[in-house]
């Protein structure tokens, strides 16, 4: 039988255990991180545009529907997405 001072397999308490990831500096490479922001600034831009010229193909539509939501508040809704996309590329290319 094995004296409590021995260290062995099932010990958790040892004292060279290393701490979990979550707890240690993580460092991304230039290359993620160009990637990533990259990523979110197009697709900042491409939501902008798609959104508005579909916003403008329908128009007429929206016009004559009887939601309360017409072309001001879905403007502002498509800007709002983008531009908290494109905030995130930026973040992400930054921190």
Do not use: H
């Amino acid at each position: 039988m094995a004296s409590p001072t021995e260290n062995n397999a099932s010990d958790v308490q040892s004292s060279k255990a290393k701490p979990p990831i979550a707890y240690e500096e993580f460092e991304d490479c230039f290359t993620c991180r160009a990637t990533g922001s990259a990523a979110f600034i197009g697709l900042g831009v491409y939501s902008y545009y798609t959104g508005m010229s579909n916003l403008q193909k329908q128009e007429q539509s929206i016009m004559r529907s009887a939601t309360k939501y017409k072309m001001g508040s879905r403007r502002l809704g498509i800007a709002t997405i983008s531009a908290a996309l494109v905030g995130v590329g930026v973040w992400r290319a930054f921190n």
